[in-house]
């Protein structure tokens, strides 16, 4: 079973689309993510979850919703897309508490905005 | 959190040991190293972390420097699959918000 899965793996839009990324994760953990990965390959973080809490707002646009209806799922809505949001986006998992910060990382959605 | 700097890139034979460097002069005494990597069109995978002591997993052996400003990721038998963005984060230990640099590009060639 896929411990982090994400839904679409390819979403293709238009300018000015709404659009939903679904993260789930089976793995019991309490703390949740968001990364980019540009055409560049940087990833950031983009917003963390614990337990359904906002901790992490790094300083992304306001179109960026996430929402997590539970500490299994962590979904990102964004509104109004634009050209620049095309890039690779990563739901990843994590177990707060534990001795470090081990991240379990899904296999991403490559968004694309003509 | 600590700064890291890795070489772009790296080759290696298949079969041969994969070192790869790390340096992280400025990282504090609560900041663990982590690496991970990035194989192409998937998510980054953990891979070891450490804090002070050497370590070593089915993946890796993580080697730390005694004043710890530097360390040393060893994949002891590399093969082709192996071939990857390789990166090194120095993070404390609670935070979720690892920051990732360019990493090391490891090309594993037959």
């Known amino acids: 079973d896929t411990a982090v899965s994400q839904t679409p793996k390819y979403l293709v839009t238009q300018m000015g689309n709404d659009k939903s990324i679904k993260c789930e994760q089976n793995l019991g953990h309490d703390t949740m993510y968001w990364y980019k990965q540009d055409s560049k390959k940087f990833l950031k973080i983009m917003f963390s979850?614990?337990?359904?809490?906002?901790?992490i707002n790094e300083t992304v646009p306001n179109r960026f919703s996430p929402k997590s209806p539970d500490k299994a799922h962590l979904n990102l809505h964004i509104n109004s897309l634009e050209l620049g949001d095309s890039a690779v986006y990563f739901c990843?998992?994590?177990?707060?508490?534990?001795?470090?910060?081990?991240?379990?990382f899904g296999s991403g959605t490559q968004l694309s905005v003509l | 959190d600590a700064k890291t700097t890795q070489p772009t890139s790296m080759d290696c034979a298949e079969g041969r040991a994969a070192n790869l460097p790390c340096n992280h002069s400025t990282i504090s005494g609560n900041e663990y190293v982590y690496w991970y990597r990035q194989i192409h069109s998937q998510g980054p995978q953990y891979i070891i972390h450490?804090?002070?002591n050497n370590e070593t997993n089915e993946m890796a052996s993580l080697i730390i420097t005694e004043d710890r400003k530097s360390s040393t990721l060893i994949l002891p038998h590399a093969t082709l699959r192996d071939t990857a963005v390789y990166y090194c984060i120095a993070i404390s230990s609670n935070t979720g918000k690892l920051i990732f640099g360019q990493g090391t590009t490891l090309q594993v060639k037959p």
């Open positions: 990843a998992s994590s177990q707060r508490g534990q001795v470090g910060t081990k991240l379990f």
């Open positions: 979850y614990n337990n359904k809490e906002l901790i």
């Open positions: 450490g804090l002070k």
